[in-house]
């Protein structure tokens, strides 16, 4: 069974940084692409950025293009989220997903908060 945990969450001035964990367990390598959600209030969940875990391939949203980093570290079955240059319009709920053929899993989400 997939599990994800997201941790790392909390609150940073506009234009710092912060890291976005996410450790998954029950996944098999090369069958998934993980990804990066977020959540704001009143607003549909959009993807953030994305990974394939077998070939590294990352795609972003035009949003956090240049700002955001995703990477993954196969041995410990983590995928990050590196945050710079945040903006108030990046606070949001961050949720990690698993998605494959079988479909979608996802994290419990983790709170980030931008102050101006």
């Known amino acids: 069974q997939v599990q994800l945990v997201e941790s790392g969450g909390g609150s940073a001035r506009s234009g710092g940084s912060l890291r976005l964990p996410c450790r998954a367990s029950g996944i098999t390598l090369g069958t998934y692409t993980m990804s990066w959600y977020r959540q704001a209030p009143g607003e549909v969940r959009e993807l953030v950025a994305n990974i394939n875990l077998d070939s590294g391939m990352a795609y972003y949203s035009d949003s956090v293009k240049g700002r955001f980093t995703i990477s993954r570290d196969n041995t410990k079955k983590a995928v990050y989220l590196q945050m710079n240059s945040l903006k108030p319009e990046d606070a949001a709920v961050y949720y990690c997903?698993?998605?494959?053929?079988?479909?979608?899993?996802w994290g419990q989400g983790t709170q980030v908060t931008v102050s101006s």
């Open positions: 997903a698993a998605i494959s053929t079988a479909g979608i899993k």
